[in-house]
Nanobody
């Protein structure tokens, strides 16, 4: 059974940093499509960052230059380094993974993922 568990969320002031982690069990990240999403109250879930095979990445315009997605296949953990946080970044953050397959491009749509974590809350105060 695939299980994704996020951690690292919390409350931080604007301008601060957080690093989110997503540990997987029953699943190997390898070269599969994986990504981070977020959902604020009253808003749709949106893609934040994604990583494809061979390290190709994609980011939402709103986080480019501030967030970095990475993964450690040895630890089977996905990361999202968030810097220069803004109040608009406040949301529940979710990691997502697709079925095992070579990932030709980073995927930024929620419908393209099969497995989800339970989420970790990030709150940024001004």
């Amino acid at each position: 059974q695939v299980q994704l568990v996020e951690s690292g969320g919390g409350s931080v002031q604007a301008g601060g940093s957080l690093r989110l982690s997503c540990a997987a069990s029953g699943y190997r990240y390898g070269n599969n499509c994986v990504g981070w999403f977020r959902q604020a109250p009253g808003k749709e879930r949106e893609g934040v960052a994604a990583i494809a095979s061979f390290g190709r990445t994609a980011y939402a315009d709103s986080v480019k230059g501030r967030f970095t997605i990475s993964k450690d296949n040895a630890k089977n953990t996905l990361y999202l380094q968030m810097s220069s946080l803004e109040p608009e970044d406040t949301a529940m953050y979710y990691c997502a993974a697709d079925r095992p397959a070579v990932c030709s491009r980073p995927r930024m749509r929620a419908a393209e993922y099969d497995y989800w974590g339970q989420g970790t809350q990030v709150t940024v105060s001004s």
